[in-house]
């Protein structure tokens, strides 16, 4: 396989590309294009790919930590949603593309393989990579669209999980998931991500390293897989969403009018073990969080 340079485009050079692509770089679909080639090489270095790695990339774009993940040794399965930018990554990796993995993910030969989907992350949110290499492990290494990482995320953690994301987030939704209980940005979101997953480490980024520069400030995440991941079922994800939306009511009084019987029993046991009874959601720690499990699946 070819070798090609690390490095992303210089803001000039992906100035270029996109006129000769005749492509504008879309706001709705968070095309941010990374420029900076300390973060492309902090995100693979974070990422600890090797030879034997199978890694999902989310939004592609002009491929700038495609190639990267590619030159690690890593086989790699992306989704873009963008047809324009699709079509440019299927020329530039046309030998990449053009072999059929194993169930190692690898070609026959033991090389590295690029699969390209053209689709919506909601729908795709592992890039297609199959159920039977999935479970034998994967990462995932994105600069994410702002806009879906939320239910994207969402998404990963109702599936099969891998062991370690390096993400690129707008700041504000890193915060909410690395939030602590007490704090403003803790919600239902912070619940779900923090049982199966620990924050390990959380870089700002500046605006500076993406062309076009964004209006919010980004971070980059590296999230591990929890050896006592704790999931919790869609009916019990949907009553802790429900109880978030009234976030400055007190936690009772949304048990007892909750239409999930489990929810009030849950709180009972709750004071049992010492809950203050005008507690409020944000104020609860995610271990009590985690024991609705028992009482709503
Ligand atoms: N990875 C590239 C980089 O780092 O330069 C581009 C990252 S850019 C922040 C986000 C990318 O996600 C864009 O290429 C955009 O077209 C793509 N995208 C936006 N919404 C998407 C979706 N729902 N599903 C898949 N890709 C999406």
Redesign the pocket.
């Given at each position: 396989m070819p070798e090609r340079s690390d490095m992303?485009l210089s803001p000039t050079a992906t100035r270029e590309l996109l006129e000769q692509l005749e492509h504008f770089p879309?706001k709705k679909?968070?095309?941010?294009?990374?420029v900076d080639g300390n973060i492309v090489r902090k995100s693979i270095e974070l990422a600890e790919l090797g030879v034997d790695s199978c890694v999902v990339?989310?939004?592609?774009?002009?491929g700038?930590?495609?190639q990267a993940i590619l030159n690690s040794g890593a086989s790699l399965w992306a989704?873009?949603?963008?047809a324009t930018?699709t079509e440019h990554l299927r020329i530039h990796f046309s030998d990449e593309l053009n072999t059929l993995p194993t169930m190692t993910g690898r070609s026959p030969e033991g090389q590295p393989i690029l699969k390209l989907t053209e689709?919506?992350?909601?729908d795709y949110p592992i890039a297609g990579l199959p159920e039977a290499i999935a479970v034998t492990g994967y990462k995932i290494v994105?600069?994410?669209?702002?806009?879906?990482s939320t239910p994207w995320m969402d998404a990963v953690i109702a599936g099969e999980l891998p062991e370690r994301m390096v993400l690129?987030l707008q700041k504000e939704a890193g915060d909410r998931y690395a939030a602590p209980h007490g704090s403003k940005t803790f919600g239902a979101i912070s619940i779900f991500l923090q049982s199966v997953f620990e924050v390990h480490s959380k870089h700002l980024v500046s605006a500076q390293c993406f062309h076009p520069a964004p209006k919010v400030d980004s971070v980059l995440l590296r999230l591990d897989r929890r050896t006592d991941a704790i999931r919790f079922s869609q009916t019990a994800r949907e009553c802790i969403r429900r109880i978030f939306t009234q976030r400055r009511k007190q936690l009772g009084a949304l048990c007892k009018n909750d239409p999930q019987a489990g929810a009030l029993v849950w709180f009972n046991e709750l004071l049992e073990h010492g809950v203050h009874p005008t507690v409020r959601p944000e104020e609860l720690p995610i271990e009590h969080w985690q024991s609705i499990t028992r009482f709503i699946n």
């Open positions: 992303p879309k679909l968070g095309q941010n294009f990374l990339e989310i939004g592609p774009g002009l700038t930590l495609t989704v873009e949603r963008d930018l689709g919506d992350c909601l994105a600069n994410l669209p702002y806009a879906v690129m």
